[in-house]
C-alpha cells in the first residue's frame, strides 16, 4: 500500500499520533506532502483487501472440492491466533508462527513462519529499510512478476515483462522512511493491524455418503461425491 501510494504521488501522515512522518518533506517532488492521507485510512484498506482475497481464496478452494467430490465448507469462530500459534499456551502449538507481544497491543503479533512465509518486517528484517529493498526485490528480481527472465503467457514475454517501471534507491528510501515510522512509533509493522493474520477457514473431509442416503433425499451430493472413493482411493 505504501508502494502504491507514493507511485502515484501520495504519502501518509499518522493520524494517531497526530505526527507528520519526518523527513518527508524531502521527497516533496515524489509525493504530495501537502495532502497526505491519514495512516488509519491505508491500513484499514490494506485488511480490508486481504481479507477479501484471503476469502476469495476459500471459496475457490471450495468449488475445487466438489469435482473432486470432497465435502468442505468455509467458515469462522476458530481463534486464529490459535490456528497460528500465537495463543500463548504451549499446548497449542497451532502451526507455529512466531510471534511478539507488547503491553501497548491488545492482542499477540505474528509475523511469519521463518525460512517458510516471513513477512516483510522486523525481526525477519534488520530494519524496513531492508524489508521494503526485499519486496522490492520480489517484484523486481529473479522470477519476480516484473523480471524480464520470468515465464509467461505472452510472445514476447521479455518485453512485457521487464516493461514495469522499478523502484530506485530514492523511492525506495520514500517508502522506506514512512515505513519506519510506522514501526519506532507502534512497535511493529503495520501498526494497527496484525502483520499476518487469518480470518476464513475451509475444511476438506470426505462425505459419510450413508448419513446422507439415510437423512437426504436424492442430490444431496454430486455424482462426483458418489464417485470419489472409487476414483481417487481405489483398493
Not at 476458530?78 to 491488545?106: C, H
Not at 517458510?116 to 529473479?142: L, N, S
Not at 477457514?201 to 437423512?215: G, K, R, V, W
Request: glycine share 8%; proline share 8%.
Amino acid at each position: 500500500m505504501l508502494s502504491y501510494l507514493a507511485q502515484n504521488s501520495f504519502c501518509i501522515y499518522d493520524n494517531v499520533h497526530d505526527e507528520k512522518i519526518a523527513g518527508l518533506d524531502r521527497f516533496r517532488h515524489l509525493v504530495d506532502v501537502d495532502s497526505p492521507a491519514p495512516l488509519t485510512e491505508i491500513e484499514l484498506a490494506a485488511l480490508t483487501m486481504c481479507t477479501a482475497e484471503l476469502s476469495i481464496c476459500c471459496y475457490a478452494g471450495m468449488l475445487i472440492l466438489q469435482p473432486l467430490g470432497l465435502g468442505g465448507w468455509m467458515y469462522t469462530g476458530v481463534n486464529w491466533l490459535s490456528v497460528l500459534g500465537a495463543s500463548g499456551d504451549p499446548k497449542v502449538p497451532g502451526l507455529g508462527f512466531r510471534y511478539d507481544t507488547d503491553e501497548s497491543w491488545t492482542i499477540p503479533n505474528p509475523t511469519g513462519l521463518t525460512g517458510i512465509f516471513e513477512g516483510y518486517c522486523p525481526p525477519h528484517y534488520p530494519d524496513m529499510r531492508a524489508a521494503v529493498e526485499a519486496f522490492t526485490q520480489r517484484k523486481f528480481g529473479p522470477l519476480g512478476p516484473f523480471h524480464s527472465d520470468t515465464p509467461g503467457p505472452w510472445k514476447d514475454n521479455a518485453t512485457v515483462r521487464g516493461s514495469a517501471q522499478g523502484h530506485n534507491e530514492e523511492f525506495k528510501d520514500c517508502v522506506a522512511l514512512m515505513a519506519q515510522h510506522i514501526y519506532d512509533r507502534f512497535g511493529k509493522f503495520p501498526g494497527m493491524i496484525p502483520a499476518v493474520f487469518i480470518e476464513t477457514l475451509l475444511q476438506a473431509h470426505h462425505l459419510d455418503l450413508e448419513f446422507y442416503d439415510h437423512h437426504f433425499e436424492p442430490g444431496a451430493y454430486l455424482w462426483t461425491h458418489a464417485q470419489h472413493m472409487a476414483d481417487w482411493h481405489p483398493e
